[in-house]
């Protein structure tokens, strides 16, 4: 049954989906956008009814484009609202480009800045990280300035060192997303600004990444520290970045991870919080108000954990 285009499942379903993808490590989630099949009308109940013995709360509203709200370990999916459409993701683009710069390149590596960089950043009108052309920055630190102020030049640099080239390192992430199972996602830079095209996925995509993401160790704890501090150096000058993620520090048990915004994509927002044993994952796209999509999200992660015991 719709209601605001929001389909949703209730535990028996998720018991009854859980039995029959009982063989994938996240069977929500089994093949890109066919998964969103799993909801079917005929599993889904009145919105914001409440089998007994659960919370009687109605699903919070979801504003944007699209959602899509699941818990990593059971599977069971909370929340879908046009969660296989193509669309932009903006800077959500950037939690693909951390995870492949940790897969190609070591912490402690060094990366010279170029004027390429701080271009790239200042003539798209991008956030940036505020770098200089000639400081050197390990790839820890521009990890850091990619995933918190959602650094252009930073992301541009990292590709550019490690592709070698954008071209070469946009091919390296549309292989991982292949081989993740991201079906409907192509990447056209490592940024995911508009130009030279801002590429695609879904909600869907975006939340089977965000839980592989969040599965690395370094990029999990870059992805939930709140300011990262760069003490001033012989070969670079002092940085202080904040974390865009309004979630941090607001929201029990947030893990992360990323924020997003370019006027197609509107504002965009992965998120993760561990609740009582549970590890929930969400993703909301399209939003047109910059402060409703922590909101929303903070409002679907305290209802989904109403309706899941805790893990004893």
């Known amino acids: 049954m719709h209601h605001g285009g929001i389909r949703l499942i209730t535990r028996a379903a998720l018991v009854a989906t859980a ?58 999916v909370h929340l879908s609202k046009q969660a296989g459409k193509r669309m932009p993701v903006a800077s959500l683009t950037k939690v693909m480009t951390a995870y492949v710069v940790l897969r190609e390149a070591r912490l402690d590596d060094t990366v010279t800045i170029q004027a390429a960089d701080v271009r790239h950043a200042a003539s798209n009108g991008a956030t940036h990280a505020s770098l200089r052309a000639g400081e050197r920055l390990t790839v820890r630190d521009l990890l850091y300035a990619v995933m918190l102020p959602s650094a252009a030049d930073a992301s541009h640099a990292l590709a550019r060192v490690y592709g070698p080239g ?30 030279p095209a801002p590429g695609h996925s879904t909600a869907l995509d975006q939340a089977k990444l965000a839980e592989i993401a969040l599965r690395d160790p370094v990029l999990r704890a870059i992805a939930s520290s709140r300011r990262h501090v760069v003490a001033r150096s012989k070969v670079h000058r002092a940085h202080s970045w904040t974390n865009s993620n309004k979630l941090l520090g607001q929201t029990p048990g947030v893990l992360g991870l990323k924020t997003g915004y370019t006027g197609a994509a509107g504002y965009c927002l992965s998120f993760a ?40």
């Open 273 to 312: 919080a561990d609740r009582d044993g549970h590890r929930l994952v969400g993703v909301i796209l399209g939003e047109s108000s910059a402060d409703r999509r922590f909101q929303t999200a903070t409002r679907l992660l305290d209802w989904a954990s109403e309706q899941t015991p805790p893990e004893l």
């Open 166 to 195: 954008n071209t070469r390192f946009v091919a390296k992430m549309n292989a991982t997303a292949r081989s993740m199972g991201l079906v409907d996602t192509a990447y056209a830079s490592a940024d995911g600004l508009p130009k």
């Open 19 to 76: 039995l029959l993808v009982a063989a994938s490590p996240t069977p929500a989630l089994a093949t890109g956008s066919s998964a969103s099949a799993l909801i079917t009308e005929a599993a889904a109940p009145v919105l914001g009814s409440a089998p007994a013995g659960q919370g009687s709360a109605s699903v919070p509203s979801v504003p944007g484009r699209a959602a899509y709200l699941y818990d990593t370990g059971t599977g069971a």
